[in-house]
């Protein structure tokens, strides 16, 4: 047996039997013993930062032959050991292909614990950081399933339902086998954090969507009523799209456009399984997308969720290119392509009302891109008033600018977000079409914690399990 194989055997006894690690490795049969047992040593150090690299990463899902020990020994000395110099074979090869993205996610749990070492890891200990505590958000896919079907299919799990939280402190307090429902969010769940649902039936039969709570805005504030025409313009990965599709009851169509041909292949897996039929999908620059062409006469909704630094999802930005802090060179960058992609988006003839959103904390990304297109564009649009109750609003920059919402781990328990509403400004006599034109998202009535009893052919949700 090579190293890792024997490293695994004898860190697997000593976290099933709570035996002596010096115990285990002398009484093996492997020559080098000292490496050995600095090997074994060092992997148990690191035992609780190494389990969360793993499972963010997603490593035993896609490799499912890879024993949990030997896992946690490979990817010590892939990330925090000599990296297999001199060695390694065919794990060397196995680690290699996820490689990068475990290196994301060591650098994520730095970011998420305020520590640059590995060794700060250690003396942070099991505290978690605030991102690592956030809650586990689930949309149900109302184009499969509805709420009640799903609390119900839970409930018969095990799970208990709390019913409709009454505030984020509900929330926060949220452990072991209970859920909610959000207190704003129509059809969005809430589960314990660290909650695993990737191998949920309901997930992967498309009746569940894992999806961030801030992520969840842009669409419900756009708000699209069956059988619009809508355009995502920077569309990939999908969560946004797929949510779109349940406001429009698979009614109309959607444009999605996206530059990345991988990102949109992944993406019409998404929409497949979620069993989304209205969606057009575009391997095209938003940019390049002409408002003058006839099949955008009727687009009266648009998404704009461009790229941007990532600087409020660390996941994010530590899998792109120039992660970390952005530069100012970058950010006037990327600022100066949002710019010019919220403007080209209100030059469609018949928009009526656009949702901007980024996952990003930098003001130039946010409440300067939406105050310099405004300007642009005076007094033909405006920034529409949205949902008051939601308690983090934007940066005071310019008159106006609080309608705009932000999100972070710390005030709405999500990922770091911004998002902008912009109405069309409606001529006089129009006055009424335009109150009716962005109505105020409310929370749908919440699944009631007893189960009903349904009368037989009388129900409206389908099953949610094919």
């Known amino acids: 047996m090579g190293l890792y194989a024997v490293a ?93 993205r475990l290196k994301a996610e060591l650098a994520r749990l730095k970011v998420h614990r305020g520590v640059s070492r590995n060794e700060d890891l250690l003396e942070v200990g099991s505290r978690p950081g605030p991102v690592s505590q956030l809650p586990r958000f689930v949309r149900v896919n109302t184009l499969k399933t509805c709420s009640d079907d799903v609390v119900d299919y839970f409930k018969r799990q095990g ?21 909610l429902l959000d207190p704003l969010m129509p059809e969005l769940l809430v589960f314990p954090a660290q909650t695993d649902l990737h191998e949920h039936p309901l997930y992967r039969a498309g009746h569940l969507i894992l999806q961030d709570r801030a992520s969840c805005l842009p669409a419900m504030l756009l708000n699209p009523p069956p059988g619009s025409h809508v355009i995502d313009a920077c569309a990939a ?13 698979n009614q109309g169509k959607i444009f999605a456009f996206d530059l990345d041909a991988k ?55 530590l899998e792109e290119p120039g992660a970390g802090t952005p530069s100012p060179a970058r950010l006037h960058a990327l600022a100066g392509f949002q710019q010019r992609a919220l403007c080209h988006a209100l030059t469609f003839p018949s928009l009526k009302r ?70 069309r400004v409606e001529a006089p006599s129009s006055a009424s079409q335009a109150k009716a034109s962005a109505p105020e998202c409310t929370p749908s009535p919440a699944p009631k914690r007893k189960k009903r009893q349904q009368k037989a052919g009388a129900g409206a949700c389908t099953p949610p399990c094919t």
């Open 8 to 100: 695994a055997g004898v860190l697997a006894g000593v976290e099933n039997r709570q035996g002596s690690i010096k115990g285990l490795v002398y009484s093996s049969n492997f020559q080098n013993v000292k490496q050995l047992y600095a090997l074994v040593c060092e992997t148990q150090r690191y035992s609780a930062v190494l389990d969360a690299v793993i499972a963010s990463a997603g490593l035993l899902r896609a490799e499912k032959k890879l024993r949990p020990h030997l896992a946690k020994v490979l990817v010590y000395e892939l990330l925090l050991g000599k990296g297999f110099r001199g060695g390694g074979g065919r794990w060397k090869a196995l680690l290699g292909r996820h490689q990068a």
């Open 159 to 179: 799970f208990s339902y709390q019913g409709r939280a009454s505030s984020l402190d509900d929330l926060r307090a949220l452990k072991g086998k209970h859920f």
């Open 237 to 249: 990965p999908g969560n946004k799209t797929s949510h779109l599709a349940a406001f429009l009851k």
């Open 263 to 317: 990102r949109l292949a992944s993406m019409a897996t998404l929409l497949a399984r979620a069993g989304i039929s209205c969606c057009e999908l575009a391997e095209e620059d938003f940019l390049a997308v002409s408002p003058s062409d006839p099949r955008y006469r009727e687009v009266h909704y648009i998404l704009l969720d461009p790229s941007c630094s990532g600087s409020g999802m660390p996941s994010r930005q």
């Open 354 to 423: 656009l949702v901007y959103s980024t996952c990003s904390l930098c003001q130039e990304e946010n409440e300067d891109v939406v105050r310099d297109a405004l300007q642009q564009n005076p007094g033909a649009f405006r920034l529409a008033p949205a949902l008051p109750a939601w308690p983090h609003r934007g940066l005071s920059t310019f008159p106006g600018a609080e309608h705009c919402l932000r999100a972070s781990p710390e005030t709405t328990l999500s990922g770091g977000f911004f998002i902008a509403v912009i109405e």
